[in-house]
């Protein structure tokens, strides 16, 4: 019986350690936003670590997609999620027990988190088996639990434990309170006398009477005449108490490590498809991606950015989703046009769907074929940084810089309104410096600018630009197309923007 | 156990939403005059009649004719009724005696206690229930009456009271509590249950057991261990503790018990409304007959026979707040689906119309009616839709208004309806009015809606009389001829005059003291001259 990871196809994979960190670019494509929600509510398995992995490897990719596509498309998911719901109250009933300071309780609540535990590994067998996984992961899994809920340690622990269970649950005892005098003794028969109240004025029933609710203090702990009592209903009953203390001190890691691993690591996969299915909800679609290194011609059909679609349909807002495509030798986009038009967001989503892919997951769009990055970089605007003394404009350079050291040619660049900060000649000058050092590196790239000169520079860039509506052009459509820059509309909003178009103007001044 | 008295199968619901249209019954059917009178003084007999009169609508004729039953016993014998009324009210009164307040009764131990104490109160009214009955039950005939009478002394019987009183005293713990229990999460006591505890037989066959050998002992049936403790007496913690087990212990008995008491208190509630409806119906009748004015049990008839039809019908509020006798009318209308009513100003023609209400509705409740005969088929629905004062809130003008008014009747009409109108659309000129009017009346006679119609739209009358096919009924206010009214509705049909110019003559002229002194009869018409003088020339 071999099997370490649902998420690592080669055991030789390092598990991640605990102290991974996000990469550099999460809060620039606000990955560290998707993240965010794809985790919420599930710290306890720890899952960002798993997020901060990008694989290297497409055929590591492949694994995933063929476990993400098995649980999207069978009752496993909620098998997995039924399976994680109680995985999580056997462990709340272990803790329980580890709190409780009277042995005789400590012992059941330890006894029921192991009932949990026998139920829940039986039942996990059932569905992996009646589900019929294809993936090589559930497959390799199911085969793994087979074997280990036929074994021999975990037949005869369920046997124990159940055996214990219903010895428990058939004790019937009594409690005379007279005084201060307490008595238990074995139940022998006495009638319910409640039912005989109710029974003798019944004859006054006026329909439904209104029920009573009292309060009680309801601790798990027990108060000292209830310990007392239970001290005693274990004395008329020393063979099931004796069994349930041997049980405890035999069975102290009852867990399989393996089942496990399983548990967390499967919650990667159920936590993206519990997000994409709310975004899905909203009618947008998410597909398995084409991931290679062969070819930098990458493409997607209906691409969204995650963070803004998940804020906009909390909102009840309308998403709108970009196309692009990359082809023979192209490699850069370019995207100008009008500000607030959605140019910021077509680079995050171009940023977003090669980092998700590089997880091994589907995808915003109905159609992607994307690249497998070694290295992701971003250049987004910053605050200007008081500490250090470099000027704004120094500080882009260094940073770009940076970037060019490490890239290599099978690196992604995405760049947003660099050299904001200087003069537009300037910026002009020094962008063309940096395209040609992308350009030499062939790497991909897309970049957001006001300089339309960039988009037409040679065959490596591709010009595509936001658009508004013809008859309104404040109005913005938050497409971005191929197209020209012309740089016209930009001007025109601008002056919109700032309320200085001729009839504003005739406007403003006649008022 | 169920009183019963006003349905034969089915409870009395004091919290149903009355009627939409409730609010315009009381008002154009002067019923305040009615239920104060009812009432007399007893606010919870008002809130009962009202709701009673105001949903006669819902009764069908075998519900009528059982409490005609039942309300004849009442008239025969309005003291036991009086007796009866006065326990169910006693009842009501205990609860308020012992009020713990919610916090309290969030702990069983004082649920219990309360629930016992209440139950001891109700034992003891019970008790005086059923002198009564015993007293008088021979004497009571109808359906309803006789059939509680024998529920209260099947259900009632002694045995029954001393079994009641046994668990209320078993209740109060006094040889101690004996729970069964069962383990549940965390080995905690669970699934608590309440019996009896066994009487202490211990020790009676224990000696001879010293003279049976050990080796035979262990053969015998063994007593089963019992294992104990006694707290120590300044263990305050341990005494609470204890007593949070028995609270849990007895939740579940608590609950019944105060459901128990809940429930004879809802049966005395019960009793006590359904009763207060039957005293109302006795406060009147006893203030009508010391008047000298007759009354009479009605004949409802199924709807589908559309009648309508009595002697001697007077408007019952009127009755009740003049001294002297009023004038009673008779008509036949069971072959007319529309009664239209025109003549003289002042002449009674909005009193009649209210007395056919008043009868109506009284009658469907289940109530005698003002009037020496009165039959009529049982409505789904009575509506009124009278000539109002300006519309207080200016919202709409004055037609509107009233076009809103009769629209809001038909979203509820159906065709086994009643609907009395008052003139109607006289607030435009008298072409306008008379189309809308007619067109109105005519498609509710079509659908077989029975409509009385008050009107002095002379061309809405001249032209139903003059297409009369003996669906439309004439009748008209009576006057003689020298002006003076008689106040009597007679067959008779429509005139182009209503006589205004007799009122006129009566305020400004020397007619005025004639009119009111001479004649025999008060009318309630007259404080309203002033009123009626706009609306009605």
Redesign the interface.
């Known amino acids: 019986m071999t099997f370490r990871s649902i998420l690592f196809p080669n055991t030789g994979d390092c598990i991640p350690n605990e102290g991974l960190s996000a990469p550099d670019f999460f809060f620039d494509l606000n990955l560290d936003q998707i993240i965010d929600a794809i985790t919420a509510g599930k710290t306890e398995y720890d899952l960002k670590s798993f997020f901060y992995m990008p694989l290297q490897d497409a055929e590591a990719i492949t694994w995933r997609h063929e476990i993400m596509q098995d649980l999207d498309a069978t009752p496993l998911l909620d098998n997995i999620k039924a399976f994680a719901q109680r995985m999580r109250a056997m462990r709340e009933h272990l803790a329980?027990s580890g709190k409780?300071s009277c042995k005789?309780?400590k012992?059941?609540?330890f006894l029921?988190a192991a009932d949990i535990y026998c139920d829940v590994v039986t039942r996990l067998a059932h569905d992996l088996s009646v589900a019929e996984p294809r993936s090589r992961g559930l497959l390799a899994f199911r085969k793994y639990v087979t074997l280990y809920a036929g074994s021999d340690s975990f037949t005869s622990l369920f046997q124990r434990t159940k055996k214990l269970i219903a010895d428990?649950?058939a004790?019937?005892?009594?409690?005379?309170?007279?005084?201060?005098?307490?008595?238990?003794?074995?139940?022998?028969g006495?009638?319910?006398?409640?039912s005989?109240?109710?029974a003798?004025?019944e004859?006054?029933?006026?329909?439904a009477?209104?029920?009573?609710?009292?309060?009680?203090?309801d601790s798990?702990q027990?108060?000292?005449?209830?310990e007392?009592?239970?001290a005693?209903?274990a004395?008329?009953h020393p063979d099931i108490f004796s069994a349930l203390e041997q049980y405890c001190a035999e069975n102290k890691d009852f867990q399989d490590r393996t089942i496990v691993t399983f548990d967390r690591e499967i919650q990667f996969y159920v936590a993206y498809l519990e997000h994409t299915a709310r975004v899905r909800n909203a009618g947008l679609k998410f597909c398995y991606p084409r991931v290679i290194r062969a070819s930098k011609e990458v493409r997607s059909v209906q691409g969204f950015d995650l963070a803004l679609a998940n804020n906009l349909i909390a909102e009840g807002g309308n998403v709108v989703c970009n196309d692009f495509h990359l082809k023979d030798g192209e490699r850069i986009i370019v995207v100008s046009g009008p500000n607030q038009g959605g140019k910021t967001t077509f680079a995050r989503t171009f940023g977003q769907l090669h980092y998700l892919a590089s997880l091994g997951c589907p995808v915003p769009g109905t159609h992607a074929q994307l690249f497998l990055f070694d290295r992701l970089f971003t250049h987004f605007e910053k605050e200007e940084n008081l500490k250090d003394l470099r000027g704004k404009l120094q500080d882009d350079l260094v940073r770009i810089h940076q970037i060019l050291e490490r890239a290599t040619p099978n690196s992604i660049i995405v760049m947003n309104e660099v050299f904001m900060s200087t003069t537009l000649r300037d910026a002009v000058a020094l962008s063309r410096k940096i395209a040609d050092k992308i350009m030499a590196l062939d790497l991909l790239c897309v970049w957001v600018t006001f300089i339309d000169e960039l988009a037409s520079l040679n065959e490596k860039t591709v010009s595509m630009v936001s658009t508004v509506v013809p008859e309104n052009p404040a109005l913005r459509t938050f497409k971005i197309v191929r197209r020209p820059a012309d740089g016209l509309a930009y001007a025109m909003c601008i002056a919109e923007k700032h309320r200085l178009t001729y009839s504003m103007i005739k406007e403003r001044i006649g008022s | 156990?169920?009183a019963r008295l006003l349905y034969q199968d089915q409870?009395m619901d004091l919290k149903s939403p009355l009627p939409w249209n409730a609010e315009a019954l009381v008002k154009d059917l002067e019923l305040d005059t009615l239920f104060h009178a009812m009432a007399r003084s007893d606010d919870f007999v008002r809130e009962v009649t009202r709701r009673v009169v105001l949903s006669g609508a819902e009764n069908d004729v075998e519900t009528i004719r059982y409490r005609r039953g039942v309300l004849r016993d009442c008239l025969n014998h309005p003291g036991v009724v009086r007796d009866l009324y006065a326990v169910a009210a006693e009842a009501a009164e205990h609860e308020k005696k012992i009020f713990f307040g919610n916090t309290l009764?969030?702990?069983?131990d004082w649920?219990l206690r309360r629930s016992i104490d209440l139950s001891e109160m109700f034992l003891v009214t019970i008790k005086k229930l059923r002198k009564i009955v015993e007293l008088h039950a021979d004497k009571f005939s109808s359906e309803g009456w006789t059939a509680f009478f024998a529920t209260l002394q099947e259900?009632l019987t002694d045995e029954?009271l001393v079994?009641?009183h046994d668990?209320v005293k078993?209740?109060k713990f006094r040889?101690?509590?004996?729970?069964?229990?069962?383990?549940g999460?965390?080995?905690?006591?669970t699934r608590y249950?309440?019996?009896?505890?066994?009487r202490t037989s211990r020790g009676k066959w224990e000696w001879l057991k010293s003279f049976v050998p050990e080796w035979l002992k262990r053969l015998l049936p063994q007593r089963?261990?019992?294992?104990?403790?006694?707290?120590?007496?300044r263990d305050e913690?341990?005494?609470?503790?204890?007593r949070?087990?028995?609270?849990?212990?007895i939740?579940?008995?608590?609950?019944?018990?105060?459901?128990?008491t809940?429930?004879?208190r809802?049966?005395f509630d019960?009793l006590r409304s359904e009763l207060a409806f039957y005293v109302g119906c006795v406060n009147l009748h006893e203030q009508l007959s010391r008047k000298g004015e007759p009354i009479c049990l009605p004949l409802p008839v199924a709807v589908d026979k559309r009648r309508l039809s009595f002697r001697g019908l007077y408007d019952v509020c009127l009755a009740l707040s003049v001294d002297r006798r009023v004038v009673g009318n008779t008509a036949n209308a069971d072959e007319q689906n529309v009664v239209i009513v025109t003549g003289a100003n002042q002449g009674g023609k909005s009193t009649f119309l209210r007395s056919v209400g008043l009868a109506q509705l009284m009658m469907q409740c289940g109530m005698f009616v003002a009037a020496e005969s009165f039959r009529s088929s049982v409505y789904g629905g009575i509506f009124t839709h009278f000539k109002r004062e300006e519309d207080a809130a200016m919202k709409s003008g004055k037609l509107d208004e009233e076009i809103g008014r009769m629209s809001a009747i038909v979203d509820h009409l159906t065709s086994n309806s009643m609907v009395l109108f008052n003139e109607p659309f006289a607030s435009t000129n008298e072409r306008e009015g008379s189309e809308i009017a007619r067109q109105i009346l005519l498609s509710l006679s079509d659908l077989g809606v029975k409509v009385i119609c008050v009107t002095h739209l002379y061309e809405l009358a001249r032209g139903l009389h003059e297409r009369n096919t003996g669906n439309v009924l004439f009748l008209r206010a009576d006057r003689h001829a020298d002006g003076t009214r008689t106040f009597r509705i007679v067959e008779g049909e429509p005139l182009e005059t209503s006589f205004g110019e007799d009122l006129y003559e009566s305020i400004f002229g020397a007619g005025s003291d004639q009119c009111a002194t001479t004649d025999p009869v008060v009318h309630a018409s007259a404080p309203k001259a002033v009123t009626l003088q706009r609306g009605g020339d």
Do not use: C
Not at chain 2, 105 to 108: A, E, F, L
Not at chain 2, 185 to 189: E, I
Not at chain 2, 244 to 249: A, C, I, K, S, V
């Open positions: 329980q409780m005789l309780q012992e059941r609540w029921d428990l649950s004790i019937h005892y009594t409690v005379l309170m007279n005084g201060l005098r307490v008595e238990v003794r074995h139940y022998g006495e009638p319910d006398y409640a005989e109240v109710t003798t004025f004859i006054f029933r006026q329909g009477a209104k029920e009573y609710s009292f309060n009680f203090i798990p027990m108060n000292s005449v209830e007392r009592i239970v005693l209903v004395l008329l | 156990m169920k409870d009764m969030r702990y069983p649920v259900e029954y079994r009641a668990h078993q209740l040889s101690g509590m004996l729970l069964g229990a069962g383990l999460k965390g080995n905690m006591g249950a309440l019996h009896i505890p066994p089963p261990p019992v294992l104990g403790f006694s707290l120590h007496p913690s341990g005494a609470r503790a204890l949070e087990l028995e609270n849990r212990g939740a579940g008995v608590a609950n019944t018990l105060a459901q128990s809940d429930n004879i809802g049966f019960k």
